[in-house]
């Protein structure tokens, strides 16, 4: 099968599962949050459940880069999405049961699913030429969109049908999620063969060895272009997730209906896939380094908008959490593809896998310090905070645009 017709399947295949993938996780971001706080009454430790979500994703990213070297993208894509299964049945026993544990560790499991999501985008460019990389990245990237922008809308009837069972209507995203992901599994085992990585492997002239993650952070370290374009994706998702993840409790404290709610978050969703193709067509055309510059002017836009809106101001919300999540896209579908281009073929893999950890870290810090901040000051103030990563990468941006010119 010639190298087209199988990169036109894998993307095929990727983004299909990256829908299914959507629907599961984005339904449970706001209602985690919501059913943190529930069982603890507690606004401050709200952000725990995004937090065990992105260290979930952090503990796993490694482990998914290493079934990757050793079986192939669909054993590590499975294992990840099976993960987010049972993730999901815990947080259904946490959450009925007023278990925090539970909760916690059903949204670190759920995490699994959201680390292959991730690697899912590096998939897509196992097979692609150096011309349309991050194209093929985005529209993985893309894949996401439909479900991630119907998930948090499905939160009022997902909360219907929880109360059909007699469960709590914020485990209803949760029960969605177990579904889907369980669907997301069979299409990537039926459908993704032959499996991407393995093939380019036997073609590669050089053969790709297995580097360790202290080799390939090193590496990175060692190399200006490579350790600006890991830092522009965890300073990316850190913004992104440090305000997305507040915003559904803000708008709680003057009572903002779930579907009002889940109608902010899956515009700010739309933000951070839609426009992806569009992402991925600029970075091939105007550079890496210009892109990422523009999502980080998205993502200091987005926290000025955001951070001076009312509760109720849904409108304004919606705004502010769109340039997030369009700034994310920028920065992640920028910053992917140059770190691809920038590190060497033989220490590619690990360096994904790096780069993976060190944005769902950046992430889950970020979750942690946000409801932290909302708790003791006010979420103006945690808008701030997020905007100054932004502008001082932002600010060395220079640098690193003069030297690829």
Not at 222 to 230: C, E, L, R, V
Not at 259 to 276: D, E, K, Q
Not at 318 to 342: H, K
């Given at each position: 099968?010639?190298?087209?017709?199988l990169?036109?399947r894998?993307i095929?295949?990727?983004?299909?599962?990256?829908v299914?993938n959507?629907?599961?996780?984005?339904?449970?971001?706001?209602?985690?949050?919501?059913?943190?706080?529930?069982?603890?009454?507690?606004e401050?430790?709200?952000?725990?459940?995004?937090?065990?979500?992105?260290l979930?994703?952090?503990?796993?990213?490694?482990?998914?880069?290493?079934?990757?070297a050793?079986g192939?993208r669909?054993?590590?894509?499975?294992?990840?999405?099976?993960?987010?299964?049972?993730?999901?049945?815990?947080?259904?026993?946490?959450?009925?049961h007023r278990?925090l544990f539970?909760?916690?560790?059903?949204?670190?499991?759920?995490?699994?699913?959201?680390?292959?999501?991730?690697?899912?985008?590096f998939?897509?460019?196992?097979?692609?030429?150096?011309?349309?990389?991050?194209?093929?990245l985005?529209f993985?990237?893309?894949?996401?969109?439909i479900g991630?922008?119907?998930g948090?809308?499905?939160?009022?009837?997902?909360?219907?049908l929880?109360?059909?069972?007699?469960l709590?209507?914020?485990?209803g995203?949760?029960l969605?999620?177990?579904?889907?992901?369980?669907?997301?599994?069979?299409v990537?085992?039926i459908?993704?063969?032959?499996d991407?990585?393995?093939?380019?492997?036997k073609q590669?002239?050089?053969?790709q060895?297995?580097?360790?993650?202290?080799?390939a952070?090193?590496?990175?370290?060692?190399?200006?272009?490579?350790?600006f374009?890991?830092?522009a994706?965890?300073i990316?998702?850190?913004?992104?997730?440090?305000?997305?993840?507040?915003?559904?409790?803000?708008?709680?404290?003057?009572?903002?209906?779930?579907?009002?709610?889940?109608?902010?978050?899956?515009?700010?969703?739309?933000?951070?896939y839609?426009f992806?193709?569009?992402?991925?067509?600029?970075?091939?055309?105007?550079?890496?380094?210009?892109?990422?510059?523009?999502?980080?002017v998205?993502?200091?836009?987005?926290?000025i908008?955001?951070?001076?809106?009312?509760?109720?101001n849904?409108?304004?919300?919606g705004?502010?959490?769109?340039?997030?999540?369009?700034?994310w896209s920028?920065?992640?579908?920028?910053?992917?593809?140059?770190?691809?281009?920038?590190v060497?073929?033989?220490?590619?893999?690990?360096?994904?896998g790096?780069?993976?950890?060190?944005?769902?870290?950046?992430?889950a810090?970020g979750?942690?310090?946000?409801?932290?901040?909302?708790?003791?000051?006010?979420?103006?103030?945690l808008?701030?905070?997020?905007?100054?990563p932004?502008?001082?990468?932002g600010?060395?941006?220079?640098?690193?645009?003069?030297?690829n010119?």
């Amino acid at each position: 099968m010639p190298n087209t017709a199988l990169q036109q399947r894998v993307i095929r295949t990727l983004a299909s599962a990256q829908v299914l993938n959507g629907i599961g996780i984005a339904g449970t971001v706001a209602a985690g949050s919501l059913l943190v706080s529930s069982i603890t009454d507690s606004e401050t430790l709200a952000g725990l459940a995004q937090t065990s979500g992105v260290l979930g994703a952090a503990a796993l990213a490694l482990p998914l880069a290493r079934l990757t070297a050793k079986g192939g993208r669909r054993l590590a894509l499975s294992v990840g999405y099976t993960s987010g299964v049972f993730g999901s049945i815990c947080a259904i026993l946490g959450g009925s049961h007023r278990n925090l544990f539970l909760m916690l560790v059903g949204a670190f499991l759920i995490g699994a699913a959201s680390a292959a999501g991730y690697q899912a985008r590096f998939a897509a460019i196992d097979l692609a030429t150096q011309e349309t990389r991050a194209k093929q990245l985005s529209f993985v990237v893309w894949g996401s969109t439909i479900g991630a922008v119907a998930g948090p809308n499905l939160m009022d009837p997902a909360g219907n049908l929880a109360e059909a069972f007699n469960l709590p209507r914020l485990v209803g995203p949760y029960l969605i999620s177990a579904t889907t992901l369980f669907f997301a599994v069979i299409v990537i085992q039926i459908f993704l063969r032959p499996d991407p990585y393995l093939t380019a492997e036997k073609q590669a002239s050089v053969k790709q060895t297995k580097g360790s993650t202290k080799a390939a952070l090193s590496h990175i370290r060692s190399n200006p272009n490579a350790f600006f374009a890991i830092s522009a994706i965890a300073i990316g998702h850190l913004a992104m997730v440090s305000v997305m993840v507040m915003t559904p409790v803000h708008m709680k404290h003057v009572d903002v209906s779930l579907r009002i709610i889940g109608f902010v978050i899956s515009v700010h969703v739309l933000g951070m896939y839609a426009f992806s193709p569009l992402v991925g067509s600029l970075s091939d055309r105007l550079g890496r380094v210009r892109v990422i510059q523009i999502g980080l002017v998205f993502l200091v836009l987005s926290t000025i908008v955001a951070g001076t809106a009312e509760a109720n101001n849904a409108y304004q919300l919606g705004v502010g959490l769109f340039l997030l999540g369009l700034g994310w896209s920028c920065t992640l579908i920028g910053g992917s593809a140059f770190l691809s281009e920038s590190v060497s073929l033989e220490m590619r893999p690990a360096s994904q896998g790096a780069s993976d950890l060190v944005m769902n870290l950046a992430g889950a810090g970020g979750g942690a310090l946000a409801g932290v901040i909302i708790g003791t000051m006010s979420y103006g103030w945690l808008c701030l905070f997020a905007a100054i990563p932004a502008i001082t990468l932002g600010y060395l941006s220079r640098k690193v645009h003069s030297r690829n010119v």
